[in-house]
């Protein structure tokens, strides 16, 4: 089962607001990354190379990086497999930043929200979700960005020994 989001809620902005504009209770986020792929399972290996990128200096343990550029490719995948409408279509990678926790969110076109399955032992599919949940400190969904269709699904890591 998805766990609650955490900060930022759906509503939150994503670009960096000085802490002074933030109510107390609010972590100021930043946004390390926004790009979108055309929605084809051949650019699933420059989607992982990216986040990767991204976050090699944010995760201080490699096996954490591998977590999140899995999961991250589950994503993609599944965006991909169950929510293209088409050649045309395109899949948004996005990612979230606090002092201890990021987030990496897939936003696609369909408002269809993802549903975990169990995965017959011979299946070839049916794990992507099950594989998210299990590399990752929790994944959920949220609305899409205003004005635009679909849903964005994330997955949060924190960011245990990170550098101050």
């Known amino acids: 089962m998805p766990s609650p989001p955490p900060a930022p809620d759906a509503d939150t902005a994503v670009a960096s607001v000085p802490t002074a504009q933030l109510p107390p209770s609010r972590p100021v986020v930043d946004e390390l990354l926004r790009s979108t792929f055309p929605a084809d399972p051949s650019w699933g290996t420059a989607v992982r190379r990216l986040v990767t990128e991204r976050l090699a200096a944010l995760l201080p343990h490699p096996e954490r990086l ?37 987030r990496v969110l897939v936003a ?14 011979v299946a070839e599919s049916g794990r992507g979700l099950a594989i998210v949940s299990a590399l990752t400190d929790g994944w959920g969904t949220a609305p899409p960005e205003p004005g635009a269709p679909g849903k964005r699904v994330w997955f949060a890591i924190g960011r245990r020994g990170a550098a101050p």
């Open 108 to 121: 696609d076109r369909s408002p269809v929200p993802p549903r975990p399955r169990p995965a017959d032992e």
């Open 66 to 102: 591998d977590d999140a550029a899995t999961a991250t490719g589950e994503l993609f995948a599944n965006a991909v497999r169950h929510a293209s409408r088409g050649p045309d279509d395109t899949v948004t990678v996005a990612i979230e930043c606090t002092e201890h926790t990021l």
